[in-house]
Structure formats: C-alpha cells, structure tokens
C-alpha cells in the first residue's frame, strides 16, 4: 500500500492545520507554533480518520471525546475544528485577539467541538480519565482521546491519572503522547528525563505502541488498533520534531514562545505551501 495516496486527505489537513497555525499565531503576536506544527499530523489524522464525531451534532451522545491536554497548543485545535466545520474559517483570524472566543489556550467557551478548557499541564487525562470511566459505569461505547505534551509528564496528576485508569480497566481511554523532546526552555533530557518512558508506562498497566507522529500511516494503524488490549488503557508515545515542516523552527527551544512575523513569517508561509 502507498502511504502517500492512502493519507493524501489527512497529509493535505495537516499542512493547512499548520498553515492556520502560523498565520494565527503571527496576527494575535500569541506563542506556541512550534507546539502546534510538532503536533499537527496527530490531529489531522485523528479529526480526519479516527474520532466519531459530527459537526451538525457537536453534543451527540454517542460521539468520540477529544482533550487536548497541551491547551497551550490550542491553535491547532481551532484550525482543524473550522476546518472540520464546527465553526468558521474567519472566525480563526481573531484568534488571541481582545474579545475573541479563540483563547491563546484552549477553551470550549463557547466553541463547539471542545470538550475541556486546558492549559494549566497535568488537567487533560485526568479529566478525561473520569470521563472513561464514566463512560463504563454508563454502558457506553465511545472512546476518549487525549494528547499530551512530552514536557507535561512532569506532573505528577498524569501519574495519579495512569493509576486510576489501569485500576479501573478503562481500555476505552487512548492517550497520545507527543514526544518532541523539548520543552519550554529547554530539551526534556536535561528539565526532567522521562526515559524508559514507554516501560514507565507498561509498569503502571498501560499497553504501550510507539510511532513515527508525522507518519500518518502509523498513526492512522495505531489509532484503529485500541484498546491494543482488552481491559488496559492504550498509550501512543508518539516520536516527533519541533515545529515540523518549517526548517528553522524545527528542534529549536526559541519556537516555543516566539510569534513568526515579517519575514520569518514569510519565510514560514513559503515553506509550507511549497511542500
């Protein structure tokens, strides 16, 4: 099977996710590009193939729950919900702006698609944790997905999340880890190493896969996998770069807080529709 012509659909999603992202980021001056580009084809595979959702029906009982837990990088959420129809593309240019809706993190104020307001790391799969097992006690059948940040496994609320969620057998909870290695101000290997991560994981009754985070193939066979086994939570530890698909972001700590303008964003811009 060719990867290209079987994701051609999520690969394009992903670059005008990325394109979104820059020039939203540049118009409100807001931070975290490089946290949006590093995660961009987990999304657009997941918005794309995955989740089990309808914009005409954003509160359908039966859908798909989605958190992103890394709120910081919450312009990605709002370019692939307008592009999934949950709200407008113009509404995009506001985002970061006085009296827009669209907050630097992610909030579901108003935004429909959102399930959870983030940005303080450490809230996502917790809260998503006792969405699962809600989901259990009520004999239903969706799933819930949750990204996390590499930088946020830090928190020790994960650990106590990952805990409950093995105890309580929720193999209908899926986290998706991305694993850029950097966090805020500098790599995670030197803030607070996470290796064996996947083994941390498996210790505390997970079942682990890990990917390639561009490849969509492999994100895409990973997703329709879960639970990868019966009555164990499910764990994608996802490996990517950066600030992916811009050549001078990629791998650089100054991408985390910096806003892409002039001709940085020129430059930015003609990368990836160059692609």
């Not at 580009?37 to 005409?56: E, Q, T, W």
């Not at 692939?80 to 985002?95: I, N, P, Q, R, Y």
């Not at 490849?215 to 992916?244: D, E, L, M, R």
């Amino acid at each position: 099977m060719d990867d290209h012509n079987n994701h051609s659909f999520t690969q394009a999603l992903a670059k005008r996710i990325r394109l979104h992202a820059i020039r939203m980021t540049s118009l409100g001056q807001s931070s975290h590009v490089a946290s949006v580009l590093s995660m961009a084809d987990l999304v657009a595979v997941l918005y794309g193939k995955i989740l089990r959702i309808d914009p005409k029906r954003p509160n359908w009982a039966q859908r798909d729950r989605f958190i992103l837990s890394k709120g910081h990088a919450g312009a990605g959420i709002y370019a692939v919900l307008a592009e999934k129809g949950f709200l407008s593309k113009e509404m995009l240019d506001t985002h970061y702006q006085d009296g827009s809706l669209l907050c630097g993190h992610v909030s579901h104020k108003g935004i429909p698609g959102v399930e959870f307001s983030t940005g303080s790391l450490g809230h996502g799969l917790p809260v998503a944790g006792g969405m699962a097992y809600g989901a259990k006690l009520d004999g239903a059948n969706h799933k819930i997905f949750v990204l996390l940040s590499d930088g946020e496994c830090d928190e020790g609320s994960n650990w106590e999340a990952i805990l409950f969620a093995a105890h309580h057998c929720l193999d209908n909870l899926v986290v998706l880890v991305d694993y850029n290695k950097i966090q805020s101000l500098k790599s995670v290997k030197e803030t607070l190493e996470l290796e064996p991560f996947a083994e941390k994981w498996m210790s505390f009754g997970w079942s682990v896969l890990e990917i390639d985070g561009h490849n969509h193939q492999q994100i895409a066979s990973a997703c329709k996998q879960v639970p990868f086994k019966k009555s164990s939570p499910s764990c994608i530890i996802s490996h990517t770069t950066k600030g992916k698909g811009v050549s001078f972001m990629e791998n650089s700590v100054l991408w985390h807080y910096r806003s892409p303008l002039g001709k940085e964003l020129e430059a930015a811009l003609k990368e990836l529709t160059q692609e």
